[in-house]
């Protein structure tokens, strides 16, 4: 039975690449945080079988009694901070764990490893928030970097360490640059979900409007369900690299409007916006776009859900659950 550690298996993405993992017949161990985490019976109940194992991304001795209990072959670094607002307010913070938390990560590998790299494969949550202020369109693996975000900064750094540790050491050290995947899931912090539950409510009669920031951002929204595949294709090829992981199209943040307030069947969403510059970010990604032919290519990994169907998946479930309130 393979095993596999996963940093971050509260978030979105560690709870559906649990659910891929226990479906292939793994052995999963979660790193958690904190005395009595909150999320801690919710991971549980979702994975079932599943060990969680408390650590901090910040306390690398942690992490190597967290990678000596699991003994992992197989390692995914999906934990950090990963709001990019909150990264301006903190982002000292920020960069100790989603910039050297991959650094103490990488470097507790590498020693449970002991000298045999062939024991253990990495993949380090690389992000397309590292393009920032974009130097190409469409971006690919070799697009140049330019992070507008502490948070974009944290992970350019996190993806370098990842490449140098993959040259230093000959480790089998992975890096996904996805671009934004959502799902019901997703925290109602981010842009995606803050609309699909406003939406439901508006539609229900409990709420009358959104407030929301730059509406002319735009962004390639992927379903988290499929990202997580590719993450684990990434850690079965016979050499590590890093793989853009995109859908290819882009939408701006009124098509996301138009798309939620669509499928709950609610006419005139600009009715129901209004803009507040509390919202507004002091640099903003203008546009994303990825080019993930290489991804195809390698891993034969395609995006299965439309952008469409994402936010109707997203409006309904949010429905559902407001209604069952
Ligand atoms: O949903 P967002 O907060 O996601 P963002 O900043 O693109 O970051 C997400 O994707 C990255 C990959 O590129 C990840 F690395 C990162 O961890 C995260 O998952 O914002 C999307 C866009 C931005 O342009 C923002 O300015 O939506 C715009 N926006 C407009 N009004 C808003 C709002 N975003 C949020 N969160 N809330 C608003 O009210």
């Not at 970097?145 to 230093?168: C, D, Q």
Request: aromatic residues 10%; glycine residues 8%; hydrophobic residues 40%.
């Amino acid at each position: 039975m393979p095993r596999a550690l996963i940093t971050g298996i509260t978030g979105q993405d560690g709870l559906y690449l649990a659910e891929l993992l226990n479906s292939k017949g793994y052995e999963v161990f979660g790193l958690i945080r904190g005395q009595n985490n909150p999320k801690f019976a919710l991971v549980q109940e979702t994975i079932p079988g599943i060990t969680l194992l408390t650590g901090d991304l910040t306390d690398v001795s942690s992490l190597v009694r967290v990678l000596s209990i699991a003994q992992p072959d197989e390692v995914y670094n999906l934990g950090a901070i990963s709001f990019v607002a909150y990264s301006w307010e903190n982002a000292s913070l920020t960069t100790d764990v989603t910039g050297k938390g991959v650094l103490n990560m990488l470097e507790a590998t590498r020693l449970y490893a002991a000298g045999d790299v062939s024991k253990v494969r990495f993949y380090q949550a690389s992000s397309s928030e590292m393009f920032g202020k974009v130097q190409q369109v469409p971006q690919r693996e070799e697009t140049l970097l330019w992070p507008r975000s502490p948070y974009g900064v944290a992970k350019v750094f996190g993806h370098y360490m990842t490449i140098n540790y993959r040259e230093s050491y000959g480790m089998h050290a992975s890096s996904g640059i996805l671009f934004n995947h959502e799902s019901p899931r997703r925290g109602p912090e981010f842009v995606t979900r803050k609309i699909s539950q406003a939406v439901a409510r508006i539609k229900l009669g409990l709420q009358d409007e959104i407030v929301l920031g730059n509406l002319d951002a735009k962004r390639d929204w992927g379903f988290a369900g499929d990202y997580v595949e590719a993450m684990w294709l990434m850690l079965q090829q016979p050499e590590a690299d890093d793989y853009v992981i995109s859908t290819g199209e882009t939408h701006s943040i009124e098509d996301l409007l138009e798309a939620a307030f669509d499928a709950a069947e609610i006419a005139d969403w600009r009715k129901y916006v209004r803009q507040d510059p509390r919202f507004m970010r002091p640099a903003e990604v203008d546009l994303l776009i990825g080019d993930s032919a290489k991804a195809e290519r390698v891993l034969g990994w395609k995006p299965k859900v439309s952008f469409k169907e994402l936010v109707a998946m997203m409006v309904e479930s949010d429905l559902a659950e407001q209604s069952a309130r």
